[in-house]
């Protein structure tokens, strides 16, 4: 591992102390809120699977952090752009975002680059002509699957959730 990735896959230390800071009197929006720290109870919902993570704001944050120190975020932005792409009605903008969704993420050499299979980036292509909220249905799939197989049990094991896991426990 060079220096340079060993540096990037620590970056999420600093973040997580101040992310974790209270809130002084005048910036706290919310009485109840003292903290950005999630609870035991939240901590552990997410080791029970991963759309329980993915369905925690708090949760998707940290674990945004954690793949963003893994340098595999491609995956996340994709599975979360086809979530927003699903929800959409017009057919002007289906096919617009579309078009954006496989620039981004399907494309050869796209910025943003998922790992499918040649048959599913020429599928994908074809359905650019009339898409449907369905249309990138089996790629968030197998996003999904990659993330819950890779980037989700790292996560469990990693520094980052232990330290979440302490942190939560300290709270109560």
């Not at 975002?97 to 993420?105: C, D, G």
Request: include cysteine; hydrophobic fraction near 30%.
């Amino acid at each position: 591992m060079t220096e340079q990735s060993q540096i990037k896959k620590k970056s999420w230390r600093p973040r997580i102390f101040f992310s974790t800071l209270p809130l002084k009197e005048s910036q706290n929006t919310s009485p109840q809120k003292k903290s950005h720290l999630p609870t035991t109870e939240e901590v552990s919902q997410w080791a029970q699977s991963l759309d329980n993570l993915l369905s925690s704001k708090c949760g998707l944050n940290f674990f945004r952090l954690f793949i963003k120190s893994e340098l595999c975020e491609e995956n996340l932005d994709f599975w979360l752009a086809c979530e927003e792409f699903r929800k959409i009605r017009s057919r002007s903008k289906l096919k617009s975002k579309a078009k954006s969704i496989y620039n981004e993420f399907i494309k050869p050499d796209s910025p943003k680059e998922i790992n499918l299979d040649y048959n599913m980036k020429e599928m994908l292509q074809q359905s650019l002509l009339i898409p449907t909220p369905c249309t990138f249905k089996v790629a968030q799939h197998r996003v999904l699957y990659l993330m819950e197989h890779n980037s989700y049990p790292r996560f469990l094991e990693s520094e980052l959730y232990q330290t979440l896991c302490r942190l939560a426990e300290g709270k109560q």
